[in-house]
Nanobody, 123 residues
Framework: QVQLVESGGGLVQAGGSLRLSCAAS????????MGWFRQVPGKEREFVAS????????DYKDSVKGRFTISRDNAKNTVYLQMNSLKPEDTAVYYC????????????????WGQGTQVTVSS
């Protein structure tokens, strides 16, 4: 069992930056690939970024490539999402999740989820 708790969301102006963190409980954090997803009301949850167990490979949604960076610190049981050059369309609740698959982009591939953190980008 892994419990995930996101933090770092908030209100930011377009062009600004935020860093999301996701702290995991348990000693098995490094055995999971991790991902970030986001969801706006009335829409399906969508993939944003993923990272392998060791952190040596990453994958991103096309619209965030070059602006967002996913990273992890296995010693601290934490995964991060650095978001730069934020746009109003990045506004959503952001979730971190854990998966047994490598660099999965599908919601159904993830087995543990956090409660989400709100990110609001004003224009």
């Amino acid at each position: 069992q892994v419990q995930l708790v996101e933090s770092g969301g908030g209100l930011v102006q377009a062009g600004g930056s935020l860093r999301l963190s996701c702290a995991a409980s348990g000693r098995t954090f490094s055995s999971y690939s991790m991902g970030w997803f986001r969801q706006v009301p009335g829409k399906e949850r969508e993939f944003v970024a993923s990272i392998t167990r060791s952190g040596d490979s990453t994958d991103y949604k096309d619209s965030v490539k070059g602006r967002f960076t996913i990273s992890r610190d296995n010693a601290k049981n934490t995964v991060y999402l650095q978001m730069n050059s934020l746009k109003p369309e990045d506004t959503a609740v952001y979730y971190c999740a854990a998966s047994n698959f490598i660099l999965a982009a599908l919601v159904k591939s993830y087995i543990y989820w956090g409660q989400g953190t709100q990110v609001t980008v004003s224009s």
